[in-house]
């Protein structure tokens, strides 16, 4: 019984009640004296049947009203929750009555307490109900992959998963059916059935087979699974190709593409027709339906040439006039430009306004490749390259006030980005430039670091939005000293920063504390202090330990977190006149790093015996040597980088010819110690084969990546073959690290670094900081170093 009838049921009711009173009689009475069954259990979309016990001492007979609550309100997912019954219950007895109701397919799950109320007259009669509801069994569907191709007259596998859920077992039946597109002609689905007979999910291998008459294209399609009433689906994307296509053309993207048209006007656009495989003979332009119906009055009028003749091989210009009626309704239309000839159908999309109102268009030059730089520091914002060139071309009339903001793909603010000015007023119907300043502040987040913030420039006004994409990388200055920083290293929470300054020939240590921003010099040696110039830091996190080191001899240690250093190794004594009689064989290391388990140092650009590599295990007091053997027609193998990786050490370096032209080379050690060297075939330049420079694993690619001369980069899946390609305008790289998802590489030749996401794709970054030669990844920031400053992005 339907909702409505309770209206008639209450009038009824309100008519018994009438015809019960007064008299001396025994007033009739009922009672609901039970509920069979009291808790009774369905599945949602079923009905349940209860039995009603009315009982009554003075008999009675008349209409009743009966309806079921829940907190004192009718049951809304029950159908129907109220019904009227004639009801004769004699003297004394008990009569049951059957009420049969439907719970709705969305009922909430679990167990109700409801209330199941009789009225008659003025007086009601209740009964609590437990009803408990149960969702449907039910399976999911899914399939991987999602996506494939079949040729005419082969066939494509994807795996199907059936997940059983609420206990589902049975037969599903499998059929291919339309989604976005129909299911073409001839492209069938095998099996047809699946059985899910357990609880865990049913993989199934499913072949879909293309006939040779199958419509070649890209179908999105479904997958639907049935069994009973459930009716499940999955998106799977067919692309049908042909055998060697037969004569076509292609139409190019429809120019300008979006256009504007006045209600009543005329416009026009180009295309260009381009025979293939032989095509000849002459096509008509149409404008059809695309994501938006085609509105009654607007089309292509006149073509030109026309009529449109398109020979075999060759290629045609044409401009559509399209026309809008008056009775064309302002707004935008995502329609498709349809070419055809004969059985060959070519549409592109064309997006078409129709009495657009007053609007801009933006535009953006930025000092690189879409990219602009910034700084945290206000004093550095203030370069030319920090600043965007912003042109906005008034449309329709458009004048009035644009506030300018920075945005991610969601629309939301970037924190810690701003652009000054962030409001311009355009007047008049020309274009305007405008200068705009990107900004950079303490709140930015580190997701950008190193790789650079992907936002989008956002100009607005009323409901006129206009975004363009574009990168800011962040690299702040935050440390100057008088000193040739060589190295920056991090570990322990800290950045160190190690070099030697040659105007006065002391060696210093600084550290960077990411946490609060301070930089501070912790090591300041004199010239007759030690026997070396420092050139390079690393952190030991066996032994808890920070160890400096450089040539000709020398090795700090510190054990506090670089706050206080010992030498260990190239201490001048008053009773030699030089190093060389106190050291007479120096550990000369341009070098350290910590590989795996151990510190491993080595010289690399010198000449003559630099061809060692010094490896300590207990955190840099005591060290042991070993060479790289060299390969036959070379004197020497001098590695200029070390890393460690899939469960082996690799160094690259340079094969000393003194009687011709050096050689490169690749080492493989498991131990760190013995050594097989092979021939690096690097590629020429019109200044020689450049040196690599730097080798760093990458984990989370399980890729080596490799930095050089003339920017040299390379990659490799093991260590020993190697792909390579040059970079331009980055100079000799001789600095990697790795962290947030990029490996940035530093330039010691400019003011720039490379960063790439997979070793492949490179995108030079301005830093200003010149000659970035030592990069370092920590506490989620990089950090690299010049001559004379220290620089972090963000």
């Not at 295990?617 to 790289?628: E, K, V, Y």
């Amino acid at each position: 019984m339907r909702k409505g009838v309770w209206h008639g049921l209450l009038t009824g009711l309100a008519l018994l009640l009438a015809a019960c009173g007064g008299g001396g009689q025994p007033q009739p009475d009922l009672t609901l004296a039970g509920i069979s069954p009291q808790n009774p259990t369905v599945v949602q979309g079923e009905t349940v049947t209860l039995t009603l016990t009315f009982a009554s001492q003075n008999g009675f007979q008349g209409p009743v009203s009966l309806i079921v609550l829940e907190g004192g309100q009718p049951v809304s997912w029950l159908s129907p929750n109220a019904v009227q019954r004639n009801l004769n219950v004699p003297r004394g007895q008990q009569v049951p009555e059957t009420l049969q109701v439907q719970v709705a397919q969305n009922a909430p799950t679990g167990s109700r307490n409801l209330t199941v109320r009789a009225a008659y007259g003025n007086r009601v009669t209740e009964r609590a109900l437990t009803l408990t509801v149960n969702a449907p069994p039910d399976f999911t569907l899914s399939l991987n992959p999602t996506s494939f191709t079949v040729q005419q007259g082969s066939n494509g596998q994807t795996t199907l998963t059936v997940t059983p859920q609420n206990g589902f077992t049975g037969t599903v039946n499998l059929s291919l059916v339309a989604g976005q597109n129909q299911v073409p002609q001839g492209l069938t689905l095998s099996p047809g059935s699946v059985q899910v007979s357990g609880s865990g999910p049913v993989n199934e291998t499913l072949t879909l087979s293309a006939q040779p008459t199958t419509p070649t294209g890209t179908y999105r399609l479904k997958v639907r699974a049935t069994s009973g009433s459930l009716i499940r689906e999955a998106d799977l994307t067919v692309e049908v190709t042909p055998p060697p296509p037969p004569p076509s053309f292609t139409l190019s993207d429809p120019t300008p593409n979006p256009m504007s048209v006045q209600a009543g006007g005329t416009a026009t656009f180009q295309v260009t027709l381009t025979s293939q495989n032989g095509f000849q003979g002459q096509v008509t332009l149409s404008l059809v339906s695309g994501q938006d119906p085609l509105p009654q009055g607007l089309s292509i009028t006149a073509t030109s040439p026309s009529p449109i003749s398109l020979q075999a091989g060759a290629s045609v210009t044409v401009t559509a006039t399209v026309s809008a009626g008056q009775g064309v309704a302002p707004g935008t239309y995502r329609l498709k430009v349809r070419a055809q000839g004969g059985s060959v159908v070519q549409e592109k999309p064309l997006s078409v306004q129709v009495g657009e109102p007053p609007s801009f268009s933006i535009s953006l030059r930025t000092p690189y490749n879409n990219a602009v730089w910034t700084s945290r520091n206000p004093s550095d914002q203030q370069t030319a390259i920090s600043q965007v060139g912003l042109t906005v071309t008034p449309q329709n009339g458009f004048t009035g006030s644009i506030s300018l903001s920075l945005v991610d793909d969601q629309g939301n603010p970037v924190p810690g980005l701003s652009l000054d000015p962030s409001t311009v007023t355009v007047t008049g119907n020309n274009p305007q430039g405008f200068a705009i300043r990107v900004r950079a502040d303490n709140n930015i987040p580190l997701t950008g670091a190193g790789k650079g913030y992907a936002v989008r420039f956002r100009a607005s006004s009323g409901s006129v939005v206009r975004e363009a994409p574009i990168t800011v990388d962040v690299w702040t200055k935050v440390g100057l000293a008088n000193v040739n920083f060589a190295r920056v290293a991090y570990g322990n929470g800290i950045f160190v920063v190690a070099g030697q300054n040659g105007y006065d020939g002391h060696d210093r240590i600084y550290v960077y504390n990411p946490q609060d921003g301070s930089f501070t010099q912790v090591y300041d040696a004199p010239l007759d202090a030690d026997c070396g110039w420092v050139r390079d830091v690393t952190y030991d996190p066996l032994h808890n330990a920070w160890v400096a080191a450089g040539y000709p001899a020398v090795v700090l240690r510190s054990t506090d977190n670089a706050q206080s250093w010992q030498i260990v190794y190239g201490a001048r004594s008053p009773n030699y006149r030089s190093c060389s009689e106190q050291y007479p064989n120096e550990m000369q290391m341009e070098k350290v790093r910590f590989l795996n388990d151990r510190l491993m140092g080595w010289r690399g650009y010198g000449d003559v015996g630099h061809d060692k590599v010094y490896y300590s295990f207990d955190g840099g007091l005591t060290w042991n040597s070993t060479a790289i053997p060299t390969i036959p027609g070379y004197t020497e193998a001098i590695p200029q980088g070390i890393t460690y990786g899939q469960g082996k050490f690799v160094a690259v370096g340079n094969l000393r010819n003194p009687n011709g032209p050096n050689g490169r080379f690749v080492a493989i050690s498991t131990d760190g110690i013995n050594w097989v060297t092979y021939s690096l075939s690097v590629p020429d330049t019109p200044w020689g084969k450049p040196r690599p420079f730097e080798v760093l694993y990458v984990p989370d690619w399980d890729r080596f990546v490799l930095a050089g001369e003339v920017g040299l980069v390379g990659i490799s899946d093991d260590g020993l073959n190697w792909t390579f390609q040059f970079l331009a305008n980055v100079g000799h790289l001789s600095g990697l690290a790795y962290g947030n998802g990029v490996v940035v590489a530093g330039s010691g030749s400019f003011e720039v670094v490379a960063v790439s996401a997979d070793g492949q794709n490179w995108r030079v970054v301005n830093v200003s900081v010149a000659g970035t030669g030592s990069v370092a990844f920590g506490d989620g920031i990089f950090a690299v170093v010049s001559g004379s400053a220290v620089g972090v992005s963000p």
